[in-house]
């Protein structure tokens, strides 16, 4: 356990134990795995297929909580994980195998406090919300301002590469070509998550 934990303050929620049946989640949101996820007053158990613990979150713990349960059934949030190779830290992905349990594991998550939603400060660790550290006050908006543009240009050389490659297959006799959609795609996102970025980002 990071040793900063240590200073956080135990939260318990007012809530009845209860579980969920869930799915871990790739970065691309496809189903990897069947999950059981264990709720109590302390936080919650990542469970698989097989009954054995994967992962265990106090809810004091919990990191950079990515809460899409209303709008997508699913959350990710960073912590430890053991998925029987040995413990590891990681982002981990969880969605929902039933919508009808959207409703009851947002009123959970709408207890907790901002700052679990906060990422980590790189100057002292502290929890960073809206961009500034509430630790040290060290502002982060120029950095996410630096990232978009990064994001952008490694974006636009992907859907370049992409549009290149369709190109060279080209066969003007049949009028057909491979079409290398995986770059293209992958390179807009990366585009729309840089021009996030710049817009939401402040110069400092």
Do not use: H
């Not at 109590?40 to 097989?50: A, H, M, P, S, V």
């Not at 413990?87 to 406090?113: C, T």
């Not at 961009?131 to 990232?147: A, L, M, Y």
């Not at 978009?148 to 370049?160: N, R, T, Y």
């Amino acid at each position: 356990m990071n040793t900063l934990l240590l200073d956080r303050e135990p939260i318990n929620l007012d809530i009845e134990p209860t579980t969920f049946a869930a799915n871990s989640l790739n970065p691309l949101g496809g189903r990897v795995g069947k999950l059981t996820l264990e709720f109590d007053r302390e936080g919650f158990r990542l469970i698989n297929k097989k009954g054995r613990t994967v992962s265990t979150v106090g809810w004091f713990e919990l990191e950079e909580l990515k809460n899409e349960v209303c709008e997508r059934g699913r959350f990710s949030y960073r912590g430890m994980i053991n998925p029987g190779t040995g413990d590891m830290q990681a982002v981990i992905r969880v969605g929902l195998e039933n919508d009808s349990d959207r409703e009851r594991l947002a009123a959970i998550f709408a207890k907790l406090p901002a700052e679990v939603s906060g990422r980590k400060c790189t100057e002292c660790g502290g929890i960073v919300i809206d961009n500034i550290c509430k630790n040290c006050g060290q502002s982060f908006t120029g950095q996410q301002r630096r990232k978009g543009l990064k994001f952008i240009l490694i974006g636009s050389l992907l859907v370049v590469i992409g549009i290149v490659l369709s190109y060279a297959t080209y066969n003007p006799s049949s009028g057909s070509m491979w079409l290398f959609y995986g770059p293209i795609i992958i390179g807009a996102g990366l585009v729309i998550g840089g021009l996030v970025g710049l817009v939401f980002g402040k110069r400092v």
